[in-house]
């Protein structure tokens, strides 16, 4: 008898992700050569390494970089742990998200920095001095996206108090987010945060007394990209990293700036391969809600993959996926775990005495000659690239391929 602990952690037929550690490390040094040494490149590892699994990015990557970014203290405390099983130096981590004191505590005392954007570190001084512990924090600046942060024009007021507390909380960064570099080609919007960040940012070291080291980073992949004034001490590179364009305006807005359009490469693909494949007769109907009713004898495939793995439901009935390099539609709804794809395309193409296999699907990625980027899944449920990748299951099982 099969014993549990023999089981896969993962279904054997679950469909699955695969990683190109090859697109991963040409995006990394599509930035170091913008970069030269003028400025550091951080990673953004958030939402699970935009669902790419956070594991499998750092596999890759972790001697290379020199920050990493991520919105939990438990991913950073993860890839401390990780670090120290693989027998790694430990890296620079921020931690941009928010947290409770017993979380900057031990961020602390793991060498994690975090970011001050609220005023919860007041309440946090005295225990940072009981624990002997001196914090490495960056400020937040909200210089236009409302949200995390302090308002610039007030900032200096709402950190008055800091000044006596840098015995425990020492300055390392001064930060702020953009809000819409990636959905315009004139940057007016972005321009007016740069102005923001810089009178705040210039106030805040005066009044704090800050050095010259205290490091400023602003931008995210777009405007690394787009605006080299914003590009400071260290870009923080999320989307573009897993080889991804913010937006089409980027893109057009890069090629103007940088004279050359940056080479991208899209680092995910996302395989599933068909649990059954069957012929239907003309007129049946396919999937819940009968909202499919076969014109003629189709040759369905039923793929063991739906909106619980983050196949949004929205693209149901507009949705294909690529099979031997031929798209073949989704048809009728997407189920919580199926989808039913037509492929009596690639059914006719195959010999008669051909034996019929399962069938494997690309959701995103590249078959042979034709590519279904992640881009246009997303535009078929209505939503950006960031959602749809950042939420693929993170029970699905990755892989690192060359
Ligand atoms: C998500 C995020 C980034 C990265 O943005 P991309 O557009 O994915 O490059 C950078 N900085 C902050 C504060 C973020 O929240």
Avoid at 39 to 50: H, Q
Avoid at 195 to 220: C, P, T
Avoid at 257 to 265: Q, R, T, W
Wanted: hydrophobic content about 40%.
């Amino acid at each position: 008898m099969r014993r549990m602990e023999n089981l896969n952690k993962y279904s054997e037929n679950a469909s699955w992700i695969e990683v190109s550690a090859r697109a991963l490390e040409n995006n990394l040094q599509m930035f170091s050569d913008l970069a030269k040494t003028q400025f550091g490149i951080g990673v953004v590892l958030k939402g699970n390494a935009y669902g790419h699994g956070l594991e499998n990015i750092l596999s890759v990557i972790h001697s290379r970089v020199d920050c990493a970014y991520v919105i939990s203290p438990q991913d950073a405390f993860w890839i401390r742990k990780w670090e120290q099983a693989q027998g790694r130096r430990p890296i620079r981590i921020v931690v941009i998200g928010t947290m409770g004191l017993s979380e900057a505590l031990e961020c602390t005392r793991q060498k994690i920095e975090w970011v001050i954007a609220d005023s919860s570190w007041k309440e946090w001084v005295d225990a940072f001095r009981k624990a002997r512990l001196v914090a490495q924090v960056h400020i937040h600046l909200d210089t236009g996206l409302s949200r995390e942060g302090f308002p610039a024009d007030s900032a200096a007021i709402a950190l008055a108090d800091l000044k006596a507390s840098q015995d425990v909380m020492h300055v390392r960064g001064i930060m702020s987010h953009f809000s819409n570099t990636e959905d315009v080609t004139e940057q007016s919007y972005a321009h007016s945060q740069v102005k923001a960040f810089r009178e705040s940012a210039n106030q805040l070291k005066k009044l704090l007394g800050l050095d010259e080291r205290v490091e400023e980073h602003l931008s995210a992949s777009a405007a690394a990209m787009v605006l080299p004034e914003a590009r400071l001490s260290r870009v923080r590179i999320g989307i573009s990293l897993y080889g991804f364009w913010p937006s089409v305006e980027t893109r057009i807005s890069a090629k103007l700036v940088l004279k050359s359009l940056p080479h991208l490469e899209p680092v995910l693909t996302w395989k599933c391969r068909s649990q059954i494949v069957k012929n239907v007769k003309k007129g049946t109907f396919v999937g819940y809600g009968c909202t499919y009713r076969c014109e003629k004898d189709t040759w369905v495939a039923v793929f063991p993959v739906g909106y619980f793995d983050g196949y949004p439901r929205l693209v149901s009935g507009k949705a294909y996926v690529l099979i031997d390099g031929t798209r073949c539609p989704v048809i009728g709804r997407v189920m919580m775990n199926h989808i039913i794809v037509d492929v009596s395309q690639v059914i006719a193409s195959k010999e008669l005495d051909q034996e019929l296999g399962p069938l494997e699907a690309v959701l995103i990625g590249t078959s042979k000659s034709e590519t279904l980027p992640a881009e246009t899944v997303a535009s078929w449920a209505n939503t950006i690239q960031y959602e749809v990748v950042s939420r693929l299951g993170a029970h699905l099982r990755r892989e690192v391929v060359a």
